[in-house]
């Protein structure tokens, strides 16, 4: 069955990096649209990022754009959350997501991920 896994979160302090792993297991994530969306304690979940089957990245939130990066690795099945200039703001519990045999990404998601804690702080 579908499965997905995070890891990679962390304490780390602003302006600093950090890379999550999304691995995917009980489809070929290759074949399909992955994305990126966090929850922040207290807020709603906000989707950030998704690559699509092409390898074609789309943005759902400005304020991460120039910041975070999303790549994936066939081989290992295996999508990742590439975060840069880390800011207080991007605390969260940062799942990742896949809709049922959907290559494009749109916004939604039918299976996730229990979540990696990423906290900012100095």
């Known amino acids: 069955q579908v499965q997905l896994v995070e890891s990679g979160g962390g304490l780390v302090q602003p302006g600093g990096s950090l890379k999550l792993s999304c691995q995917a297991s009980?489809?070929?994530?290759?074949?399909?649209?992955i994305g990126w969306f966090r929850q922040g304690s207290g807020k709603e979940r906000q989707t950030i990022l998704c690559?699509?089957?092409?390898?074609?990245?789309?943005y759902y939130r400005g304020s991460v754009k120039g910041r975070f990066t999303i790549s994936r690795d066939t081989a290992k099945n295996t999508v990742y959350l590439h975060m840069n200039n880390l800011e207080p703001e991007d605390t969260a519990v940062y799942h990742c997501?896949?809709?049922?045999?959907?290559?494009?990404?749109?916004?939604?998601?039918?299976?996730w991920g229990q979540g990696t804690q990423v906290t900012v702080s100095s």
């Open positions: 997501g896949t809709e049922e045999y959907a290559s494009s990404c749109s916004g939604g998601f039918d299976y």
């Open positions: 690559i699509d089957s092409s390898g074609e990245s789309t």
């Open positions: 009980g489809f070929t994530a290759a074949n399909y649209a």
